[in-house]
């Protein structure tokens, strides 16, 4: 691999680490309803599983209500359970057409424990992050060595792998910071 291979390869892996750390923080909930709280929930109908997203609509009308819409009324049982076998501690309202959700509003010290799940998120992102930064300092490591390219362009190559990692680190605190802000005002 040449120097600018082996920065590609760097910058997507920590793209891909920071957008998996946005997709894991969508399922943290706020003080307000969202449809990422439900949208992963694996649902077992038509005897097979697969997310909410798939058997059905999910919006938000009101802060603290989350519509279901399924595409199929018939799933409308097996989306109720799956949501009460889901752990999250919701109680589905089913009409006959819809499933309503109604989110209760976050005390204190839930919204103190969705931050620090927050943090051990941004963490496990950094780490990752630092991990791509070892593979691409090795990759440049072993170009010099094989005589791909010279010890600047290996230097040169390392100092550029430093600050993209710098910049998705940032990015990772920066989203942090963002979602723990959304958790901590009502």
């Not at 603290?64 to 049982?77: A, S, Y």
């Not at 989306?79 to 509003?105: C, F, H, M, Q, W």
């Not at 992050?129 to 060595?145: C, F, L, T, Y």
Request: a negative charge.
């Amino acid at each position: 691999m040449d120097a600018d291979e082996i920065l590609l390869d760097v910058e997507d892996r920590m793209e891909k680490a920071v957008a998996k750390l946005k997709q894991n923080l969508t399922g943290i909930r706020t003080g307000r309803a969202n449809p990422g709280l439900v949208d992963s929930i694996k649902v077992s109908a038509y005897g097979s599983e697969g997310t909410m997203r798939q058997f059905a609509t999910i919006a938000c009308p009101q802060p603290n209500q989350i519509v279901i819409m399924p595409f199929d009324p018939g799933t409308l049982k097996d989306i109720e359970k799956a949501i009460v076998a889901s752990d999250l501690g919701y109680t589905p309202n089913n009409d006959g057409r819809v499933v309503r959700v109604n989110i209760p509003p976050l005390s204190q010290q839930v919204r103190q424990k969705m931050v620090a799940r927050i943090k051990e998120l941004c963490e496990e992102a950094k780490v990752a992050i630092r991990n791509v930064r070892r593979d691409g300092n090795k990759s440049a490591d072993q170009g010099e060595k094989d005589k791909v390219f010279s010890e600047d362009v290996r230097d040169e190559t390392k100092d550029e792998i430093q600050k993209l990692t710098k910049k998705y680190e940032d990015a990772a605190n920066d989203t942090a910071k963002v979602r723990e802000k959304d958790v901590l005002e009502d």
